[in-house]
């Protein structure tokens, strides 16, 4: 299996981000998401490490924080606006909230319990998911969304500014090939409704 292609920082400008962080609450589909994929993982006992990759202005692990317990969650975004706007919404000690790009993870093999990356993939590319696939431990989960491909309609300069090493898939079962590539393990796909669908992966490492 060829090996995915480095991930391209140039092409996640920080500042294209921090410009969108004080509307992105405003789009009710961030926060749909990342509920949804909280609320899809499989049952555990209270996690030791969450890490929400590219949290944006938090949704995710927020999230997390209220359904798992987890005893420490990871939030990490390469823009400091999103990351100020999401630490304003908690001062729960077990919330660390990190200005970091979503490759490489500063984190050591198996260190997690679950990865969630809720609406971002599409914009970081291929090497994320073996990433995640790294530092979770044997029985950790991921979940993940991703764009239908019918339904992403993006400008011709954000569509400039997108990896091209990922393709944004266009059924289920596409969707589902992103996870196994990774070497995740017992992969579920859902789609969310109409007008702004998006793929919600789940998969697991196996034990």
């Known amino acids: ?38 609320a899809g993982l499989r049952p555990v006992p209270a996690p030791e490490l969450v890490v929400d990759v590219a949290t944006g202005t938090g949704f995710a692990a927020l999230a ?21 706007k999401a630490a304003a919404k908690t001062a729960d000690g077990r919330v660390e909230w990190r200005v970091a790009p979503a490759v490489p993870l500063d984190l050591p093999d198996g260190a997690a319990d679950v990865v969630l990356c809720a609406s971002a993939l599409h914009l970081i590319g291929a090497s994320a998911p073996p990433e ?8 950790g989960q991921v979940a993940f969304s991703i764009p239908v ?48 669908r998006s793929f919600l992966v789940f998969a697991d490492v196996t034990a």
């Not at 995640?132 to 029985?139: A, D, E, F, K, Y």
Request: hydrophobic share 45%.
């Open 1 to 38: 299996m060829p090996l995915p292609a480095p991930f391209d920082a140039a092409r996640c400008d920080p500042a294209r981000f921090d410009a969108a962080a004080d509307t992105y609450d405003e789009h009710p589909h961030h926060l749909a998401i990342a509920r949804r994929l909280v």
């Open 64 to 84: 997390a924080l209220a359904t798992l317990a987890p005893r420490r969650v990871l939030a990490i975004d390469i823009s400091p606006r999103m990351i100020e």
């Open 132 to 139: 995640w696939r790294r530092v979770l431990r044997p029985g």
């Open 149 to 196: 491909a019918a339904d992403f309609h993006p400008s011709p300069e954000f569509a400039a500014s997108l990896p091209t090493d990922l393709a944004v898939p266009s059924d289920e079962a596409g969707a589902e090939r992103i996870a196994r590539a990774a070497g995740f393990a017992s992969v579920r796909v859902t789609t969310t409704p109409a007008p702004r």
